[in-house]
């Protein structure tokens, strides 16, 4: 599957972004999607993951209660909501796919291009 994120960019600590990956086929609805950041400097992590449905996600620590992945299925668009940004949250951030044991074994094998998220100070 091929994935597009979007929606990066400029914000002040505090403000939000909307991320989105765009998939290029409809099977992406029994997909596991995640989404990731890296920052300069630093290794690649994992921030959140949905399962094919919104009875299964996952967030990192660093983001609970301000980030919100989401899926509609019918848009073949998984979202990630991002609110009370701070500087520590600047990274290039990619969204990643894989089968529905991806969930648990963190094993994507399609990944989009990275969208960058600047948050200043």
């Known amino acids: 599957v091929q994935l597009q994120a979007s929606g990066g960019g400029l914000v002040q600590a505090g403000g939000s972004l909307r991320l989105s990956c765009a998939a290029s086929?409809?099977?992406?609805?029994?997909?596991?999607t995640g989404w990731f950041r890296q920052a300069p400097g630093k290794e690649r992590e994992l921030v959140a993951a949905?399962?094919?449905?919104?009875?299964?996600?996952a967030y990192a620590d660093s983001v609970k209660g301000r980030f919100t992945i989401s899926r509609d299925n019918a848009k073949n668009t998984v979202y990630l909501q991002m609110n009370s940004l701070k500087p520590e949250d600047t990274a290039v951030y990619y969204c990643?796919?894989?089968?529905?044991?991806?969930?648990?074994?963190?094993?994507?094998?399609?990944w989009g291009q990275g969208t960058e998220v600047t948050v200043s100070s």
């Open positions: 990643a796919a894989g089968p529905l044991e991806t969930y648990y074994s963190l094993t994507f094998n399609s």
């Open positions: 086929e409809r099977a992406f609805s029994s997909y596991t």
């Open positions: 949905i399962k094919d449905t919104v009875s299964s996600i």
